[in-house]
Structure formats: C-alpha cells, structure tokens
C-alpha cells in the first residue's frame, strides 16, 4: 500500500515536497517513482529511484528542479520540487514495482510496468 501526502497549492517559483509511505519495502530491490497525470493527458513518468543503489532518473520536463530521494529507515520516498511553473499543475502518483530490478531507470514511460500506486495528490501551481 503507497499513501502519499504534501500536494497543496503553490504560487508559481515556489516548492512542495511529496511523501509516499510505503507498507511494503524492500531497500535492496524496488522501484519508485512519481508520475503526474493531468486533465485529459496521459500520466507520465517524472522521477524514478531504484533502492538497490539509490539511483535516479528523471523526465527533461523537470530534471534540474525536482529530487527524488528515499528514507529506508521510514519505508518512504520523497519528491522535493522547487521552481515550480503551472505546467508541473496535475495529480501526482507515488507507483512502487518489487520486479522491475534494473529496468527501473528506463521505466519512465511505462506506468504499465507498476504494480502498485497511491491514490494520488493534487498540486496546484498558479
């Protein structure tokens, strides 16, 4: 089960930063990542992390402004996002796989590939 929490509304410049809680976690092999889908658009990949080392991986839209990064102790994954535009406006996923091992980084386009999912936060930027 992936429970996120910190969406919210936020003036265009300013920052938010994304908790998904993970029920299920193993530090040395599962997937995460965050995926946006707005009205009317297909979701997309956003960040990516792999626990195994601790890589990432990002979508160009946001590389440079957003970080992923991960807490084992917590069972959690974050997104950090500053500078953000009203383009970054959507819902955002937390999506976790157990069986992705290194396909992750390359998963960013394929939220098929995700077996779990949060229920998704709303952040606003005007």
């Known amino acids: 089960q992936l429970v996120e929490s910190g969406g919210g509304s936020v003036q265009a410049g300013g920052s938010l930063r994304l908790s998904c809680a993970a029920s299920?976690?193993?530090?040395?092999?599962?997937?995460m990542g965050w995926f946006r889908q707005a009205p009317g658009k297909e979701r997309e990949g956003v960040a990516l992390?792999?626990?195994?080392?601790?890589?990432?991986a990002y979508s160009d839209s946001v590389k440079g402004r957003f970080t992923i990064s991960q807490d084992n102790a917590e069972n959690a994954v974050y997104l950090q996002m500053n500078s953000l535009k009203p383009e970054d406006t959507s819902i955002y996923y937390c999506?976790?796989?157990?069986?992705?091992?290194?396909?992750?980084?390359?998963?960013?386009?394929?939220?098929?590939?995700?077996?779990?999912w949060g229920q998704g936060t709303q952040v606003t930027v005007s």
């Open positions: 999506a976790a796989d157990f069986n992705l091992g290194g396909s992750c980084l390359v998963a960013m386009g394929k939220p098929d590939w995700f077996d779990y």
């Open positions: 299920e976690y193993s530090y040395r092999r599962t997937c």
């Open positions: 992390i792999y626990s195994g080392g601790g890589t990432t």
